[in-house]
Nanobody, 114 residues
Framework: QVQLVESGGDLVQAGGSLRLSCAASGFIFDSKDMAWYRQAPGKQRELVARISSGGSTNYAGSVKGRFTISRDNAKNTVYLQMNRLKPEDTAVYYC????????WGQGTQVTVSS
């Protein structure tokens, strides 16, 4: 069974940085594309960034140049380095496969104060 455990969220000031982690299990991690998603209050969940099994990356326009997705296949972990955070980045952040599976973790809360 797929398990995804996100961590690293916090309350930070605008302009600050955070690094999110997602520990994955229950599937062959290094063969799967992975992604980070986020859901802000009152909004639909959206794709933030994705990384292929081979390491190619894609980003939503709103985070391009500020966020970096990476993976460590030896640790079955995917990361999201977030720099120059803005209040509009405030959301619960989730990781999942790409395309998303039905299995969602609890997410990790990121709050950016102005």
């Amino acid at each position: 069974q797929v398990q995804l455990v996100e961590s690293g969220g916090d309350l930070v000031q605008a302009g600050g940085s955070l690094r999110l982690s997602c520990a994955a299990s229950g599937f062959i991690f290094d063969s799967k594309d992975m992604a980070w998603y986020r859901q802000a209050p009152g909004k639909q969940r959206e794709l933030v960034a994705r990384i292929s099994s081979g390491g190619s990356t894609n980003y939503a326009g709103s985070v391009k140049g500020r966020f970096t997705i990476s993976r460590d296949n030896a640790k079955n972990t995917v990361y999201l380095q977030m720099n120059r955070l803005k209040p509009e980045d405030t959301a619960v952040y989730y990781c999942n496969l790409w395309p998303a599976s039905d299995y969602w973790g609890q997410g990790t809360q990121v709050t950016v104060s102005s």
